[in-house]
């Protein structure tokens, strides 16, 4: 590790300390002022103790996992602990901010009195700010925990031999451990096979650190459960290069008949062709870059359509002069939490959604699971049904 990366994490690190102990005082207030009264030092001691170890809980399952490894129970009930409040944290941190500048301002302007008085007994020193904190964290649980169907239609202007249409099932950003678990599975196959799909493409992060070696067997088992009359794919994304070893990632999933692409094509009822691309995170882990997409299509006919599986939505020039049909990506989680989606519409040309440019088409899911807080806040859990329409045979 690099000195510059080192004095990266230790400012990070620091900054992340100093907001969890500006949150802390703003807990201590409340208490202060609510029935429990610090009466002794070591209340104070314990609330500190007890604050700090779920402020960083987070950071310390990160070292749990290597230490006990992600299938001792303890690491999993750390990890949730830590995740959970990190959901905390960015709500508390974003209304507590807004709170003191209102609170700095209402002082520096004349105001009256009466007024100042209904404002001080609505905050309630704080609690009001906890209060809309847990809600909105409740409600982010519960809408990442209701997944949804979302539905589009693409044209591409090319025969695909007997083929007219294709009903396609997008699934990305799985991320199985702290939001899928077992349930999820199989609620996850259930949706899958209800929408009768002709073929099932995964886009990569179905698995990522905090993913069990226990859940991984069980996701085997039940993806053989999947019906699909042309099979089902899948590629990298970035987490699985920290699920484990990689090629015991992989194998889980070809154990369960599903085909893993690595920057690789596969010709489909002679019909269409299916390309997976690695992702990134591969330079990081073996040193090996990503192959440029012209020379995985060198012995692709492009008069057929092409599909390509993209765990990021990028290299989209590339994907468009390499005659590519349609681009299926995650990744972004659309942010995940506001104001995450305001930074990955900013880094991402399309972060969600679909995006059409000629004959070149791309469709983003938000995907099914969460990472971190396993919350959704402005943004969905979903499957993606993509009906694909080809040139009618002549």
Not at 13 to 39: A, D, P, Q, R
Not at 319 to 342: C, M, R, W, Y
Request: proline share 2%.
């Amino acid at each position: 590790m690099s000195t510059k990366m080192i004095i990266s994490i230790f400012i990070v690190l620091g900054l992340y300390m100093s907001l969890c102990y500006y949150i802390g005082l703003k807990g201590k207030k409340v208490l202060l002022h609510g029935c429990i009264k610090f009466k002794h030092k070591r209340y104070l001691i314990v609330y500190w103790l007890m604050y700090w170890i779920i402020a960083l809980a987070f950071i310390l399952s990160n070292i749990l996992r290597g230490l006990l490894t992600t299938d001792n129970c303890i690491t999993s009930i750390v990890t949730l602990i830590g995740a959970t409040y990190l959901g905390v944290f960015i709500y508390s941190i974003l209304i507590f901010f807004v709170v003191d500048v209102l609170k700095f301002i209402l002082k520096k302007i004349s105001i009256d009195q009466s007024i100042k008085q209904k404002l001080k007994k609505i905050y309630c020193n704080g609690i009001l700010v906890f209060l809309i904190v847990f809600i909105l964290v409740g409600l982010g649980i519960w809408n990442a925990q209701n997944q949804v169907v979302t539905n589009y239609e693409v044209n591409i202007n090319k025969d695909a031999g007997e083929i007219t249409s294709l009903n396609v099932v997008m699934i990305s950003d799985v991320h199985m451990g702290i939001t899928i678990k077992e349930n999820g599975i199989d609620k996850m196959v259930n949706s899958i096979n209800e929408l009768n799909p002709d073929i099932v493409l995964f886009c990569g992060d179905i698995f990522d650190e905090t993913t069990s070696t226990k859940l991984k067997e069980y996701s085997r088992e039940n993806f053989k459960n999947i019906k699909s009359k042309y099979g089902v794919y899948d590629i990298t994304g970035n987490h699985e290069y920290g699920a484990g070893d990689l090629s015991e990632t992989i194998s889980y999933f070809k154990d369960a008949n599903i085909e893993f692409l690595q920057d690789e094509s596969i010709k489909i009822a002679n019909s269409f062709y299916i390309v997976g691309r690695n992702d990134p995170a591969n330079r990081r882990i073996t040193g090996q870059e990503v192959k440029p997409l012209r020379e995985v299509l060198k012995d692709v006919d492009k008069s057929l359509p092409i599909i390509v599986l993209n765990h990021r939505p990028e290299d989209l020039e590339e994907a468009e002069t390499e005659n590519v049909d349609l681009q299926l990506s995650g990744h972004t989680h659309k942010g995940q939490i506001f104001p995450g989606n305001l930074v990955t519409k900013y880094l991402n040309e399309d972060d969600y959604g679909y995006l059409k440019k000629d004959n070149f088409n791309l469709i983003v899911s938000s995907g099914y699971g969460t990472w971190g807080p396993p919350m959704r806040i402005g943004s969905k859990s979903e499957i993606v049904n993509i009906k694909v329409n080809f040139n009618i045979p002549k």
